[in-house]
């Protein structure tokens, strides 16, 4: 079984900053991708940041330029800096993992996160 877990989230005036923290924990044998996603009032969910198994960062186009998604390999830990921060930033934002779990011959499964809430407001 995998875990993963949020911290970060709360209410920031626009042009704050928050840093949102997402640790994975149990079985894992190696994480393949890790991501952030977001989902604001009557809004689809939708892919923020994401770093995949080759180290590139992709990103929405909305947050380009002031997110930056990060990730410590040594601690399963992802990271997601937000400068500039807008109303249109609020949402719930949700991390995600594609995990090898247990061995190297394990199965591939996706995890998610509880969500934390960011709210952008004055």
């Known amino acids: 079984q995998v875990q993963l877990v949020e911290s970060g989230g709360g209410l920031v005036e626009p042009g704050g900053s928050l840093r949102l923290s997402c640790a994975a924990s149990g079985s894992i044998f190696s994480i393949n991708a890790m991501g952030w996603y977001r989902q604001g009032p009557g809004k689809q969910c939708e892919l923020v940041a994401a770093?995949?198994?080759?180290?590139?960062?992709n990103y929405a186009d909305s947050v380009k330029g002031r997110f930056t998604v990060s990730r410590d390999n040594a601690k399963n830990t992802l990271y997601l800096q937000m400068n500039s921060l807008k109303p249109e930033d609020t949402a719930v934002y949700l991390c995600h993992a594609n995990v090898r779990v247990g061995s190297r011959s394990g199965p591939i499964w996706n995890y998610w996160g509880q969500g934390t809430q960011v709210t952008v407001s004055s």
């Open positions: 770093i995949i198994s080759d180290g590139s960062a």
